[in-house]
């Protein structure tokens, strides 16, 4: 019988247990270079014949396969996957904190706190923690869920659901309006229902207080959703989009100007399988498993990536990608941000107060690579009024365009500055970004310690502080306690 007080070294450990836990899917790309550099046994070729001999240690090749099981990885062509290993430095690591950083900031962000999500509206913020939402801001029509009569949310408060068992998996929030996808792949919307935007039909033009379930979408398992002006997009399991609201520009997709009470499928064979969705104003974006990026509705400020602004009323390919795999794109108002698989980054649209990042004020009417921010690998693009901020790989953030009362974070500039090409947010630095999102004139981030902050406009609490005062410093937003009732 083994002798339970005698312990054994790493270094004894049978190699194929090393290799089932570093392959346990649990470890980050850091977790597994910090392996490397600090124990032989991982960090050599001590253990022969267990991988390949081109790999340059155990860490190296656990790495390269969980890159592989990765499904944006897997989806990727091989030109683009070399790419992508090449602008990691051939560095499979590196590669797979990518992979890992792309879904944290496009999903749930897993951090040392809990699961976590952040979303801005024009005015007012929501946030998922451990699938429970919280809210505060301006609260027009009910956007933050909390009933008649409440004008402000001074604080982060618990948005209740009609079943309290319920659990959130994905919001989004625009102007007036708001929109959330459970565990259970159903959808919840509230806020103004101004052309039926929230999908109840019935109720065009009536105001939801609280999250009301879209029954007609009770059989179509979704998981994402993107609210525009007055319009809403849901993306489902398979890859299909569903719009309904305004319709005045073509926003949603189905050959006409014609508004829809609940949601209505787009044809599949105008995109094929989507994974991402976006809405501006008046404009829609999609982006399909194969990199494609497909924009439909408004065509003013050259939103749409097409070189005109003609409306547009079905998808259209944005041919300006050809050869490029984009992996998300983020909706401003007069202008739109794109990411690609090699970690690039391209703007289009108004230019307005630099918000572009090109070094000037120039509208670009197609998709353009943002030169400056061509040494780094970003992983989260989002954007709003005249601002563009940028998530890299390594957990700093840059911006460039409109200060917006501080809201791109810059303390050494005034409310109403312009920058004209990417910097860094210098007062994030000492913190590890994993995802950020930005409002009319505020922005808030969720570390991978959990911690939220936030900076900018609070004149309508947004920023979860009752004292109306803005913040060009990043200031810590109060996550409560889960009620257990």
Sequence with gaps: MADHDQSLSLQELPPHLIIEILNSNRLSGTDLAFLEQSCKTFGGRSIHGLFPPNFRSMVDFAAFQLCSLNPLFASLPSNASN?????????????????????????????????????????????????????????????????????????LTQINFPISSIKVSHISASHNHAAFVMKSREVFTCGSNSYSCCGHGEEVGQSIFRPKLVEALKEVPCKQVATGGSFTLFLTEKGQVYTCGINTHGQLGHGDTVAEPIPKLVHEEDMGCVVQIAAGPSFSLAVT???????????????????????????????????????????????????DSSGFVYTWGNGYCGALGHGDESDMMTPELVHSLKGHLAVQV???????????????????????????????????????????????????????????????????KGIVLGFGDNERTQLGHGSLKGFLNPIDIIVPEKDPY
């Excluded at 499979?92 to 951090?111: D, G, P």
């Excluded at 944005?318 to 007069?334: K, L, M, P, T, W």
């Design 289 to 339: 498993d194969d990199g494609k990026v497909y924009s439909f509705g408004s065509g003013s400020n050259f939103c749409l990536g097409h070189g005109q602004q003609q409306n547009e009323l079905q998808p259209r390919e944005i041919e300006a990608f050809n050869g490029v795999h984009v992996v998300s794109v983020a909706a401003a108002d007069e202008h739109v941000v794109g990411l």
């Design 382 to 448: 989002c954007a709003r009024k005249r601002k563009t901020l940028v998530l890299v790989d390594d957990g700093s953030v840059y911006g460039f365009g409109w200060m917006g009362f501080g809201s791109l974070g810059f303390s050494d500039k005034g409310s109403s500055d312009k920058v004209l090409k990417s910097q860094v947010v210098e007062s994030l630095r000492g913190h590890h970004v994993c995802q950020i999102s930005t409002g009319m004139y505020h922005t808030v981030v969720v570390t991978n």
């Design 83 to 155: 790419e992508l290993f090449n602008r990691c430095g051939a560095n499979w690591k590196r590669v797979l904190r990518f992979l890992q950083s792309i879904k944290q900031s496009s999903n749930m962000a897993e951090t040392s706190s809990g699961n976590m999500q952040i979303t801005t509206g024009r005015y007012h913020t929501l946030l998922i923690k451990d699938s429970s939402v919280y809210c505060c801001g301006f609260n027009p029509y009910g956007v933050l869920a909390q009933g008649h009569g409440i004008p402000f949310c001074n604080a």
